[in-house]
């Protein structure tokens, strides 16, 4: 009994450290730039809408994605293609519709997040939306159900995804909470962001090739940026990406990144070492969890 008893009294411990130490995150000094920017907006149906698009080689899906947005009914909202210089037919399929995509940028980059700040650069919408080249807008009328939703005119709105490959999954939204310290609780093709958080806090940081969208998600809410939850589906993705990959050296890649994550955005002394716990912890987890699942 005795060990038992150690192991929750621990456990105890641990829960109420990590909650205090978040608490002290949270306490971070305010980022009152982005509530000042956030109240010029108008609050009616003029909002403007960026979507941004970055492909690489992206011709089985391209026209899928194309058609779900240029098809939208809300009419005020721009789209940016971002291709990293593609040299299979990728080009020539975004050239069909070029007349209703307003920027069209084709030239090599350093990864992902590179292509999504150069779209960012480019973007002149109140709100931005990345919908990668593999994934769509569920329907024709997503983004006037946005434009409803942006009442409050918070910096982050998160909504549900669908996950194509597994019968249309609903990948549901999540509260923003202490939580967020460790894991992201959502997809970024599910994610409106307000243009003036990015010159608030900057852009997606290109030294993450997998966890950059973490890595903002975890600046934005510890710049005290507002977040509003919502629970219906605007797109579905595809799990084509590197972030999808489930054998093991994938898996410890996109961990290890999470784990600069954490570094990177620590804020003070307790949470640094809930964090050396925790990845002491956690990755041998999953490593169990992943051989126990490649021997059924």
């Not at 080009?91 to 007349?99: A, D, F, P, T």
């Not at 980059?109 to 960012?120: E, H, T």
Request: net charge positive.
């Amino acid at each position: 009994k005795f060990p038992m008893m150690s192991i929750c009294f621990c456990c105890f411990i641990f829960y109420f450290a990590t909650l205090l130490a978040c608490k002290m995150a949270d306490e971070t000094p305010n980022s009152k730039i982005i509530m000042k920017k956030i109240k010029k907006y108008k609050k009616d149906n003029s909002i403007k809408f960026s979507i941004i698009t970055v492909t690489l080689n992206a011709e089985r899906y391209i026209e899928c994605n194309i058609c779900s947005i240029i098809n939208q009914s809300y009419e005020n909202y721009e789209f940016i293609i971002i291709d990293g210089q593609s040299n299979d037919s990728t080009l020539e399929k975004i050239n069909k519709y070029k007349e209703k995509i307003d920027i069209v940028v084709s030239e090599p980059d350093k990864g992902i997040g590179d292509a999504m700040n150069k779209g960012v650069k480019l973007a002149t919408g109140d709100y931005i939306l990345f919908i990668q080249s593999d994934d769509f807008l569920t329907n024709s009328s997503v983004l006037s159900n946005i434009a409803e939703q942006l009442h409050n005119m918070s910096d982050f709105y998160i909504f549900q995804v669908k996950i194509f490959e597994k019968n249309n999954t609903t990948f549901r939204s999540k509260n923003i909470n202490w939580q967020l310290n460790f894991k992201m609780n959502s997809c970024h093709q599910g994610q409106v962001i307000s243009r003036h958080l990015f010159n608030s806090i900057g852009n997606f940081d290109t030294n993450f090739k997998i966890c950059m969208d973490y890595d903002f998600i975890l600046r934005s809410y510890r710049s005290r940026a507002s977040f509003a939850v919502k629970n219906f589906t605007i797109s579905t993705i595809r799990l084509t990406g590197i972030s999808s990959k489930t054998d093991w050296n994938s898996q410890k890649r996109r961990f290890n990144e999470e784990k600069n994550v954490h570094k990177k955005n620590c804020p003070n002394i307790i949470m640094n070492y809930i964090y050396m716990l925790y990845w002491s912890l956690y990755l041998p987890y999953r490593k169990m969890r992943y051989l126990s699942q490649t021997r059924r």
